[in-house]
């Protein structure tokens, strides 16, 4: 009973054995009492009517014993049962069995026959031979005066023959029922432990760190929902695998290039560059700039933190766009126009007063800012702009930079993609979009983007506005 094939296997087939059985007994005493019994009854009667008619016929027979004798004698030949006569006084005529005497009464009250007309009694023993039925039937003539008494004894061991042959053909059936039934319940119980097993098997290759056998979907719907859990459980984590690698690997090359670049400035500081402004001043920006990339890569991982717990925790009060907006792109204006961009901003004048995170928010417009910044070449234009539509709010940055490639659209969003052209990704962790759509998802919002390849992309922030803030 340990195992859940033995479990199947007796919830199965032992109900299935009982309802059998019991469907055999009812089946045999349904048998035997409402078909074989009545119909026997029925049989007995037909002849014993047939063989009043025969003898009405014979009125001499009535009147001595002797005619009666040689008659029965003559018919015993096609008489199934034994038959003996009697006159309306009780008394003995003849019988086709030859252990009877002459002397042999009647066992019945002539007053009990005159009211059934034909009565028919068994006596039961012990041994099936000596259990009898005894058919007693009046004898009338043509004018319906009652002439005689006739007297059908059978022997109830030629009618259990029947009962008994019957009996083995259900028997029969009822195990070819129970085999069949236990063979499907054993078909099922196999298809379904294996089929747990294969699952149970590929938990544990996972739990081992081994490389897993994804299980084929069979036996029932419940079994088969289990195995696709299974299966989307190996793929989350095959990706969350492929993540974490990918996560290792650019923290040594985001964290390895700017300590490589400061290292050597704080030896050339120590090695008394420090005594020389210009130099000094250079070597300083630098450092500053290096210790900025430092300081961006810590927000991405903070971001990501925050993807990986499932939610970023907002804490909303109610922020006047018309003075928020303008306000947050100061360090991205004086960081574009020192790389030689145009900065363009045009901030409708009508914006409401909204429910938001600012500093979140801020650093999901930011991420973009900078995005845009980053992959637009010297000369291009970085427009920032925002409105409302509707019911909603937004807010969006345009480039004219080299866009994304149409293969790579579709990954815009994925955390650690870099691009496989490196035109658009090829630098940073690959964390900074999809932390701004994070961002704006928490806020009830969505991001949407427009890429031309060669011309520019476009990423437009979309907020719901609540009817209190309108």
Known sequence: MRSIRTRLLISHSLPLLIIILLTGFVLDYVVETRILLPGFADELTSEAKLLAELTAHQPNIWDEAQEAQTYLVQLEPILTPNVSLFDLEGDFLGSTDASLKSTEPLSIQLEDLLAEDILIQTAYSRHLDASVVDVFTLVRDDTGALIGIIQMTYHLNDVYEQFLALRRVIIAILTIGVFLGVGLALFFAVNMSDALRQI???????????????????????????????????????????????????????????????????????????????????????????????????????????????????????????????????????????????????????????????????????????????????????????????????????????????????????????????????????????????????????????????????????????????
């Open 200 to 470: 149970t098997g590929s938990i544990q290759q996972l739990a081992a760190g081994e490389e897993v056998a994804l299980p084929a979907e069979q036996g029932p719907e419940e079994v088969r929902d289990l195995t696709r859990t299974v299966k989307a459980l190996v793929t989350r984590l095959h990706t969350l695998e492929t993540t974490r690698r990918k996560l290792l690997a650019n923290l040594v090359h985001e964290i390895g290039r700017p300590l490589g670049a400061l290292l050597p400035a704080v030896e050339a500081l120590e090695a008394g560059a420090v005594e020389n402004k210009v130099l000094r001043q250079e070597l300083l920006a630098g450092m500053e700039d290096e210790l900025g990339i430092l300081r961006r890569l810590l927000d991405d991982l903070t971001g990501l933190y925050d993807q990986s717990v499932g939610s970023f925790v907002l804490t909303d009060r109610p922020i006047d766009l018309n003075k928020w907006l303008p306000n947050l792109f100061h360090t991205q204006r004086e960081v574009a126009r020192a790389k030689g961009l145009r900065w363009q901003s045009n901030f409708s004048d009508q914006l409401p007063t909204m429910q938001i995170d600012p500093e979140r928010l801020a650093q999901a417009i930011g991420n973009l800012a900078n995005n845009a910044i980053k992959f637009t070449p010297q000369g291009g234009t970085v427009i920032v702009e925002a409105g409302f539509q509707a019911n909603e709010v937004w807010i969006q940055v345009k480039d004219t930079g080299c866009g994304i490639p149409v293969e790579d659209q579709g990954f815009v969003f994925t955390p650690f993609f870099r691009g496989r052209t490196e035109t658009r990704f090829p630098q940073g962790m690959g964390l900074g979009l999809s932390i701004a759509r994070d961002l704006v998802t928490a806020h009830q919002g969505r991001l949407e983007f427009e890429s031309t390849p060669g011309e520019g992309s476009s990423f437009t922030i979309w907020l719901p506005i609540s009817s209190e803030e309108k």
